[in-house]
């Protein structure tokens, strides 16, 4: 969990400054976050695989992490989930995505490795704890949450989001 919250945190860290530099699509994209995160274990000395596929299966996994010298490799799965008026976050939707790649991690990769489940939620407000819509389904994820990151102020083009925060469990 030490290398994955500063991967997790450089990629919070790229897209509110690429949010603050006139983007052009309609949202923040997962392939952004993913280049982040990318970007940052290679710059650490890590082997990156994109898009690996998991072994005796036509899966894929968003990121697959190794040392150079060996080491328990990092199977990293992420998401991408919008809150707020005016997005169709379609919350029941993006859950079931969410386990479905927690049952992928957990079945498909390599036993002994490390297992991730990454997702990064925007939003029109602060969360206040509720348990309503994708605040709920956020705090019903059935893995071990590994930490939550704080909020970090967000604009996004002209549209209603102003947050952006991410969260980690283990598979």
Sequence with gaps: MQRLKPAVEAALDEI????????KEVKPKEEQLRSAMCRHYSNQGFLVHVEAGYPDSGAECDLRVAGRKGGR???????????GKGWNGKPAELAAGWESDLCKLRQLAPEGSRRYLVVFGFFDRPLDGSRL?????????????????????FTWRSTSLAVVRAWAWEG
């Design 133 to 153: 819509g994708l605040q709920a389904r956020i705090a019903e994820v059935r893995g071990r949450l590994l930490f939550a990151l704080p909020e970090r102020p």
């Design 73 to 83: 490799e990092r199977w990293i799965e992420i998401k991408t989930a919008w809150g």
């Design 16 to 23: 509110v400054l690429i949010s603050r530099n006139g983007p």
